[in-house]
């Protein structure tokens, strides 16, 4: 049979712990990057007790993104905006509108990308996307630091209930020995 020694057992309960902690950090390392400082900024351009979002369109030396329109799907109405070589930021007062049911994207070439779960209150930047990995790396940037933050949280949590029952499995068999 197999027998842990404390140390053991100490080792299975905190290595999850460990793991756990690690995840938690990448979340929270976004949302102290992302969170207040460009918030600040851009609610200054909005009327207080409004909510907002702006998009940043990074440029590229090698596909155009001068000229890419944004069409913001709110409940009821439809905010649209374009990005030209002054101005590679725009910025959406969404007024009482506390969710954006979709934001499409409109490329100079004609690519289109929809996009929804789209955080409110932060700024997102968005680049062309030369692939699919691309595309999908800024679908999960566009949900925001506090929809990451619940999802690293989450695996975290599983992490920690998987040390744990492998360190009941551990003590059942050292029980049985």
Do not use: C
Request: cysteine-free; charged content about 20%.
């Amino acid at each position: 049979m197999l027998t842990l020694s404390a140390q053991q057992r100490l080792l299975l309960f905190l290595l999850p712990l460990v793991v756990a902690a690690l995840l938690l950090w990448i979340p929270i390392r976004d949302a102290l990057e992302v969170g207040p400082p460009d918030a600040e900024t851009f609610a200054a351009d909005v009327p207080e007790g409004h909510h907002w979002v702006a998009f940043t369109v990074t440029e590229d030396d090698i596909y155009a993104t001068n000229g890419a329109a944004f069409s913001l799907a709110l409940e009821f109405e439809t905010l649209e905006g374009q990005i030209d070589a002054a101005n590679r930021t725009v910025l959406f007062d969404l007024e009482d509108n506390e969710s954006v049911h979709e934001l499409t994207v409109l490329w100079p070439d004609g690519r289109q990308q929809n996009f929804t779960n789209v955080a409110i209150d932060e700024r997102h930047e968005l680049v062309y996307p030369k692939t699919i990995n691309d595309a999908l790396a800024m679908q999960w940037a566009l949900r925001g630091a506090f929809f990451r933050f619940w999802i690293w949280t989450a695996v975290a949590a599983l992490l920690v209930l998987f040390g744990l029952r492998v360190l009941s499995w551990a003590q059942t068999q050292e029980s049985h020995a």
